[in-house]
């Protein structure tokens, strides 16, 4: 009976520190600085965007295929972002998965797009590489046509 119990103990001692370095970890990732360090890899519908200077560097057939996305809610973006994690106690080895990101876009301080992407990651102290794709998708509100994105 004894062995059962330390047994027990043990189990229950270590699902409690498992739970409480979680939640230390996840208040450290609360309290950390975030920075975007560079966006590679931009792609609209498969068009390398990052090549495109004007919209005369698109293709007629790239143009035509971009607004028919657009018009029909089936643009897909793609891209790598490099994120800068900055923890507020740096040197602890310190990992949080993530199931969704929020994200918007702001273009001279005016929001422009949103979404979430759904896929899992795992952020890190340091550059975290961030693979993504999301749908992006029109909508209308109060009159007003606003992009919206979501994970497709």
Not at 131 to 139: C, D, E, G, K, R
Request: proline letters at 2%; glycine letters at 6%; charged letters at 20%.
């Amino acid at each position: 009976m004894n062995k059962y119990l330390i047994y027990t103990l043990v189990i229950a001692l270590m699902g409690l520190l498992v739970n409480c370095k979680q939640a230390s970890d996840l208040k450290a990732f609360t309290e950390a600085k975030y920075s975007l360090q560079e966006v590679q890899d931009v792609t609209l519908n498969g068009v390398d965007v990052m090549q495109k200077q004007s919209p005369n560097d698109f293709t007629t057939q790239e143009g035509d295929s971009l607004l028919a996305s657009i018009s029909q809610n089936t643009l897909r973006a793609s891209a790598t972002l490099y994120l800068q994690v900055q923890m507020p106690e740096e040197g602890e080895n310190r990992r949080m998965k993530i199931t969704a990101l929020k994200w918007q876009l702001l273009v001279d301080g005016e929001h422009t797009l949103q979404g979430v992407i759904k896929e899992r990651m795992q952020l890190h102290e340091g550059l975290n590489v961030l693979p993504i794709q999301t749908l992006v998708m029109m909508s209308e509100t109060e009159g007003c046509v606003t992009m919206k994105g979501s994970r497709s």
